[in-house]
């Protein structure tokens, strides 16, 4: 995988991810991001090429909340799915 490329493009139902906490976004400072890892449910395409994942539906594995995310907020893979 080139490391240019982001690896939200490479999530797959079932998959483990790390989530940068969304109040975080927009803080400068590396040290300060918060993560939670989910559990991807659903990838869900844009509306110009729906193979494109823009959101993903998550289970939150610390207290089961399942949450609709922005792609892109995904950080990195922890644990592919076994498919």
Do not use: H
């Amino acid at each position: 995988m080139n490391s240019a490329t982001p690896e939200f493009l490479f999530v797959k139902p079932g998959d483990y991810v790390a989530i940068e906490n969304q109040e975080n976004c927009n803080d400068a400072k590396e040290k300060d991001k918060n993560y939670w890892v989910g559990q991807v449910i659903n990838c869900i395409g844009g509306a110009r090429n729906p193979n494109s994942w823009t959101l993903f539906q998550v289970a939150n594995i610390d207290n089961g909340e399942i949450t609709i995310i922005n792609a892109d907020i995904v950080e990195k893979i922890l644990k592919p799915s076994e498919s």
